[in-house]
Each structure stands twice: as C-alpha cells, then as structure tokens.
C-alpha cells in the first residue's frame, strides 16, 4: 500500500511517497480535511504560507490523534520574501502558527516573488539569504529537512555553489501533458528528490482523450493514473483535494502502468490550462 512507503532524503530522513497537498482549501475548511487523511492513513501533509492555512494544517494534525512523529509536515516560505531576516522570522511564524515544535520539511516557495515568476531576475543573492536562514533553522533542529520549490537548473546551481546543506527536495509541476525531463533528470542526479504537484494537471487531465482512455484500460480514474504515472518516475505526488473519497482514491494506486504506456503517457502534448492559466505556474514551463 502506497500510504505506507516512503523515500529517503539525503539526509537519511523517510519521506511518505505520497502527501496531501491543501493549495486552495481555506484555513476554515482544511483541518477537517487533514484530519480524514491522516485517519485514512495518510501521514505526509504538504501546506505553504501563502495558502494561508497552516493553523487549519496544525489543527487537523492534532485533531487527528495520530503521533506528530508518525506524520510528516511540509510549508514553503513566502516567495515574496527574499532577505534572511524576512526567512527567518517566517520560520518561527509558521511554527507558531501551527503550533509544533519542529517542521519536518520547508521549501522555498519559488525562486521569484509570483508577480514575476516569467521576470528574468532570478533573485540569486535573495534566494542565497533565504537558504542561509533554512540553513540555520535545520542547523537547531527546527526543521528536519529543507528544500526548494519551482527552482530551475539556474536557480538551483545558485544553491548548490554556495550551501553548506544541499537541498532535500525540488518541488515542481510535473504530471501527464507536462513532464519536464531534464530539468527532473539534472535534480535527481544531484540526489535531489523531486516532488510533484497538480499529479493531475489542474483537473485537466479528464480532458485528454488517449489519458481517460488508459485509464479506462486499468480501470482506474484519471486521477489514480496521474499520481501512479508520477510514482514511476521516482517522483513525490502531492495530490490536492478536500473530498475525502477522493482523497481515499488517490491512495489506491495498486496497478503498474507497463512501460509501452508509460511511453505513450510521456509523449502526451503539452495541455491547455485554459482558465487555470491565471496562475504563475500554469502561465508558463520550468527548463
């Protein structure tokens, strides 16, 4: 069962294989939804500052009455913030927030504050500080893992020539109709786990005739391709949604999609976001 595997970060700390992501779900809503996962079993919960949800987030987990050492938490700092006293304070904020005494993992929101996400400036020295800052919150045991989030190749040899912790995770959009190859392939062989949010492309996924028809081949839903179709790449899905049977569904992934159709799913062109396209991550392509 998928609830119950995990990879190994670089740093030796089990990361569940699969997690719950809260984008879009309010602060009033999300602890309920927390709470059914980790009861479903779920134990990785993916959260950020911007969702503006992390007290929701802290509430579901202790609602849930499951161990906090058994459940793995991720937030993201702000991507706006990019000086390491805007990082650090952020940190302690979000611990405050959701009122634990640790976070198991923090990231980096993006490389560019979201108003200009398709800007050229990559904000090197910002992104330099903000690392500084996880840095030192790993360092005191604040956090047990820290990571970035939309980093390209240029955005993370930015890190990687001047850390003295690499970065754990890179947390991107990959799914089927938007698959960013090498930029996956130049994280993973700097022993970098990428993580993959939107599995399931906004939901537009359920528009591709030949994904809806695979699907129909495993009989499974568009979803459950979408998330198992990540997992084969050695990637992290981070699912999103507040419908707990979806939330169960998600998890059912005990199918393996051979590898003629993997190929297919691989070539599938790249999809249209339409209204979805609005948001920096789905206006534009990771290199």
Same mark, same amino acid.
């Given at each position: !069962?998928?609830?119950?595997?995990?990879?190994?970060?670089?740093?030796?700390?089990?990361?569940?294989k699969l997690g719950l992501g809260t984008w879009l779900i309010d602060n009033d809503d999300v602890?309920?939804?927390v709470e059914k996962a980790i009861k479903m079993g779920y134990r990785h919960i993916d959260t950020a500052q911007a969702y503006e949800n992390e007290s929701g987030v802290g509430?579901?987990?202790?609602?849930?009455?499951?161990?906090?050492? /058994?459940?793995?938490?991720?937030?993201?700092?702000?991507?706006?913030? /990019?000086?390491?006293?805007?990082?650090?304070?952020?940190?302690?904020?979000? +611990?405050?927030? !959701?009122?634990l005494d640790y976070i198991d993992m923090m990231i980096i929101h993006s490389p560019k504050p979201w108003t200009e996400f398709h800007n050229d400036d990559h904000y090197l020295?910002?992104?330099?500080?903000?690392?500084?800052?996880?840095e030192d919150a790993y360092n $005191?045991?604040? +956090?047990?893992?820290?990571?970035?989030?939309?980093?390209? /190749?240029? $955005?993370?040899?930015n890190i990687?020539?001047?850390?003295s912790v690499k970065p754990m995770v890179n947390q991107i959009l990959a799914h089927i109709g938007n698959t960013p190859a090498e930029l996956i392939k130049y994280t993973q062989n700097e022993g970098i786990l990428v993580e993959a949010y939107s599995p399931i492309g906004h939901g537009k996924l359920f528009n591709q005739d030949k994904v809806v028809e695979i699907a129909e081949k495993y009989d499974v839903s568009v979803p459950q391709l979408g998330i198992r179709y990540d997992l084969q790449l050695g990637l992290l899905p981070l699912p999103k949604s507040s419908n707990p049977d979806?939330? /169960?569904?998600?998890?059912?992934? $005990?199918?393996?999609?051979?590898?003629? $159709? !993997?190929?297919v799913l691989k070539s599938i062109e790249k999809i249209d976001y339409e209204d979805a396209s609005m948001f920096p991550v789905y206006g534009g392509e990771l290199n």
């Open positions: !069962m998928i609830l119950n595997e995990n990879y190994e970060l670089s740093n030796g700390v089990e990361i569940p602890a309920e939804s509430a579901g987990i202790k609602a849930s009455g499951v161990e906090r050492e /058994k459940i793995f938490v991720t937030t993201k700092i702000a991507a706006e913030l /990019k000086t390491y006293e805007e990082a650090a304070a952020s940190i302690d904020k979000s +611990l405050s927030d !959701m009122g020295e910002g992104n330099r500080e903000v690392w500084r800052a996880l $005191d045991g604040k +956090l047990r893992a820290i990571g970035l989030s939309n980093f390209e /190749k240029v $955005d993370i040899e990687l020539e001047s850390c979806h939330i /169960k569904s998600n998890a059912e992934l $005990d199918f393996t999609i051979s590898d003629q $159709d !993997m190929e």
